[in-house]
């Protein structure tokens, strides 16, 4: 099955420090969702992007739907220590498409 | 509360058996999916609903059987014929992904199968 590029794979950041990462794909999508997991979890959705171009925040995150549509980004500011996680991108390629295909996810782990 | 449930949290199975996972909604979504993980993938849709009575195959169909009886479940079948069922399965749901600004999927807390 299809993947997105998701990088970087993991990172290593100081508390207080801003994080980005991003998403990037060969197709074009019309949504873009951003996840969080925690270790035996289930993942949570953050933020959802729907239009190219657009900013969307949710406290201290906040995602970009990317011009070209075939890519994403998610910047976290001021991380704290329960920032650590996966977080994964999902792309959906059109609105009748009932398959969303997902990153293979960036670890962060923050030190206090 | 609303949300999407999973049982049981950790599953462990023979070889050579068939075991069924639970996933229940009562967001009232139309759409359920249900993806494995593996360490270092990202998610791998194995089969999704977008109605009662009607399921579709996803990428990694193959051992695996579901059915939708009730638009609030969507239990999932590992049958004897996966050949490598160890994995963290997740359940999601989510309103008529044809409707435009209401695309979200919404995940479960996850079932860890174990085979022996």
């Known amino acids: 099955g299809q993947q997105l590029n998701q990088s970087p794979q993991s990172m290593f950041i100081q508390e207080g420090e801003d994080v980005s990462m991003n998403c990037t794909s060969s197709?074009?999508?019309?949504?873009w969702l951003w996840y969080k997991q925690d270790p035996g979890e289930g993942p949570v959705l953050l933020i959802a992007l729907y239009k190219a171009g657009e900013l969307t925040s949710n406290g201290r995150l906040t995602a970009q739907f990317g011009i070209t549509r075939k890519d994403s980004f998610l910047n976290i500011s001021a991380s704290i220590p329960s920032d650590v996680g996966i977080y994964f991108c999902?792309?959906?390629?059109?609105?009748?498409?009932?398959?969303?295909?997902f990153g293979t996810g960036t670890r962060l782990k923050v030190l206090a | 509360d609303g949300g999407i449930t999973q049982s049981p949290k950790y599953l462990f199975r023979k070889e050579g058996q068939n075991v069924t996972l639970s996933c229940e909604q009562n967001l009232n979504h139309d759409a359920m999916y249900w993806y494995r993980q593996d360490p270092g993938q990202g998610l791998r849709l194995i089969y999704y609903?977008?109605?009662?009575?009607?399921?579709q195959k996803g990428d990694i169909a193959e051992g695996y059987s579901v059915s939708r009886e009730k638009k609030e479940s969507f239990p999932l079948t590992v049958t004897s014929a996966q050949k490598n069922p160890t994995a963290f399965y997740l359940c999601a749901s989510s309103f008529d992904l044809g409707l435009a600004g209401d695309n979200e999927q919404f995940f479960g807390p996850g079932t860890r199968l174990t085979v022996l």
């Open positions: 609903s977008q109605i009662v009575n009607d399921f």
């Open positions: 999902a792309g959906q390629i059109s609105s009748r498409a009932y398959k969303y295909i």
């Open positions: 197709s074009i999508f019309n949504t």
